[in-house]
């Protein structure tokens, strides 16, 4: 009778009706049938990611999970004990991370309401994610506000969070399995996550701007410096790079804050900063408003010296955030080419990327293609691939997109000889291409037509294989935190072992050190015999000073990544007049 009901009244508001609801209840009905084409009368189960979908949305979503896990943290103890969970979804609507009662995990997983869950309207109808991403806005779902029949017990209510640059860049939902009929018995729910989101978008700036001044706000003085309500970054001319949700509605009644001098929205200066730092009186530190009003402001100073004219930025600095930045941890080699990357992905350069096996190339790509914003994400496999497969790849496809070429070097050479033919047909397909080999030798060894090569090569990035990359350890840390729920810690001696061995099969093999190492060790805690052994393949004439550089210049750990003895390492620093930095 209930299912009846809500068939009907989805009816009455595609009439034209209005059903009392909230309006954004009614225009997601309204989507779902008109839109999608779905059946009301269905009862579908939830749309679950497959494993490899979900590590591709996590692995993209890295930066944003490491943004939200105190202020998720922090709310789930609020709500402990009253049965609701909590899920942060990407801005695709995507269950990234969760929190909620172990012991409902398994009626929580039915209902969708955990990992890998896809809440996208276009998928689960009417619901609190995905109506939360089509309005931008915070909203409760509340039981059979719900489209599909299947989610109608439920109460969902979700809040968006926005990137400093003002985009969507996830969902933090609260959720109930079961809950009183009134929708208003949701309000405490709707207060808590929005606030919530508050400080993941705080967290998330102050992350991205920390060689930058940021000035933060708040209505009361009591809560200026312990629970600010919005802020901005600033250049050094003032300029705002960077601005959480709540300032932009602040200082601008929602319309964009980048690039507006901060004397055009406040009653202050660049130069005035320094006059709100903690050691004043908070009460003291009033900023005006330009609409006659007043807040109270905390500027904070960046955390190292601004660079002087002329004076070259240091590489780690260069990446600001987002999921490119989520590709290093302080290795400068990779910073430069993320820097670069993130200049060049704005643009229709087509790029190609050079690499050994496992070093992360696609991952790039795919990093790529998120940054520059562009529509469509086509990826061809080029060994096997023949004209059909390349027409197949880009019929279709309208718009700004990226096709993604891998293993470039495997194209057959009839194939090689139409691609640059089909892609100045399709002009609005920027190409990336990897490789294993060196890009030059690509067309030198005539592997690649140089029509095509020069096609493709717009920009060469190399990355870096593994044994020389200084930030191992952060590497090995966050592919561990992803692994069986982030529980799983390393003895010393395991992570020394890891740290020394030269990984030749680069990222992919440290993944499956990591995944065989978890399903061995007997206790959250890996330790020497639970690692597998370590794979050796011939040792090539390796950089002596990039993986030195990588080591910290630890003579005995170089010669385990290099498979050497440490007097081999020693002589041929002497032949090679290698000296260590100061």
């Known amino acids: 009778m209930v299912e009846r009901h809500h068939v009907e009244e989805?009816?009455?508001?595609l009439e034209g009706r209005a059903s009392g609801r909230d309006s954004?209840?009614?225009a997601s009905w309204r989507r779902c049938v008109e839109l999608y084409g779905m059946d009301p009368t269905r009862s579908d189960p939830a749309h679950i990611v497959t494993e490899t979908e979900f590590r591709i949305h996590r692995d993209q979503a890295d930066w944003m999970i490491g943004a939200a896990r105190s202020s998720l943290q922090g709310l789930f103890r609020?709500?402990?004990g009253q049965n609701y969970v909590l899920l942060l979804t990407d801005a695709k609507g995507v269950c990234v991370d969760f929190y909620g009662d172990d012991l409902l995990v398994d009626e929580l997983r039915k209902a969708g309401l955990y990992l890998g869950s896809n809440w996208s309207e276009d998928l689960a109808g009417t619901c609190g994610v995905g109506a939360c991403i089509v309005t931008g806005e915070p909203v409760t779902v509340h039981q059979d506000d719900h489209f599909g029949n299947a989610h109608t017990g439920l109460s969902c209510t979700s809040a968006p969070i926005y990137d400093s640059l003002g985009q969507l860049a996830a969902v933090l939902d609260i959720s109930l399995l079961r809950s009183p009929a009134p929708k208003s018995s949701q309000n405490l729910a709707m207060s808590l996550v929005t606030a919530a989101a508050r400080r993941v978008e705080m967290a998330n700036l102050m992350a991205a701007s920390r060689r930058e001044w940021v000035l933060r706000f708040s209505t009361s003085p009591e809560f200026l410096d312990v629970d600010p309500e919005a802020?901005?970054?600033?250049?050094?001319a003032g300029r705002v790079i960077g601005a959480t949700r709540a300032a932009t509605r602040m200082l601008s009644g929602g319309k964009s804050l980048i690039g507006a001098r901060i004397d055009t929205l406040l009653g202050l200066s660049v130069d005035d900063l320094p006059d709100l730092m903690r050691d004043r009186p908070t009460e003291d530190r009033v900023v005006a408003l330009g609409d006659g009003g007043a807040v109270f402001g905390h500027a904070i100073a960046p955390q190292a010296p601004r660079r002087a004219p002329g004076q070259p930025i240091a590489p780690a600095l260069r990446v600001r955030g987002g999921v490119l930045a989520t590709l290093a941890g302080g290795d400068p080699a990779m910073a430069r080419l993320l820097s670069q990357a993130e200049r060049l992905a704005p643009t229709p350069v087509p790029l190609m990327l050079c690499g050994e096996s496992?070093?992360?190339k696609t991952k790039l790509a795919r990093a790529v293609h998120m940054a520059s914003r562009r529509g469509g994400f086509v990826a061809l496999d080029c060994a096997g691939a023949d004209v059909e497969d390349l027409g197949a790849a880009l019929s279709g496809q309208t718009g700004p997109g990226t096709l993604l070429l891998r293993r470039v070097e495997d194209l057959a050479p009839e194939t090689a000889r139409v691609l640059a033919g089909l892609l100045d047909a399709h002009p609005d397909m920027r190409p990336i291409a990897t490789t294993g080999r060196v890009a030059?030798?690509?067309m030198a060894q005539g592997t690649l037509p140089p029509m095509l090569y020069h096609r493709l090569a717009g920009a060469v990035l190399a990355l870096p294989p593994l044994r020389e990359r200084q930030d191992l350890g952060w590497l090995i840390d966050r592919l561990l935190r992803r692994r069986d729920g982030g529980e799983m810690r390393l003895t010393p001696s395991a992570r020394a072992e890891l740290m020394a061995r030269d990984w030749p099969g680069n990222l992919r093999a440290l993944g499956n050190t990591l995944d065989v190492a978890c399903a061995?060790?007997?206790t959250k805690v890996i330790d020497l015999p639970d690692l597998p052994a370590a794979p050796r393949s011939p040792a090539p004439e390796q950089d002596l000073e990039a993986v030195l550089d990588a080591c910290n210049w630890n003579m005995?750990?170089?010669?385990?990544?290099?498979?050497?003895n440490r007097s081999t390492v020693l002589r041929r620093i002497r032949r090679e007049g290698l000296r260590a930095p100061d």
Do not use: F, K, M
């Open 440 to 442: 030059s030798e690509l």
């Open 358 to 360: 496992g070093t992360g």
């Open 231 to 236: 802020a901005v970054s600033l250049d050094g």
């Open 10 to 13: 989805i009816a009455e508001v």
């Open 556 to 564: 005995a750990r170089a010669a385990r990544r290099l498979g050497v």
């Open 520 to 522: 061995l060790a007997e």
């Open 78 to 80: 609020q709500v402990t």
């Open 24 to 26: 954004y209840v009614d």
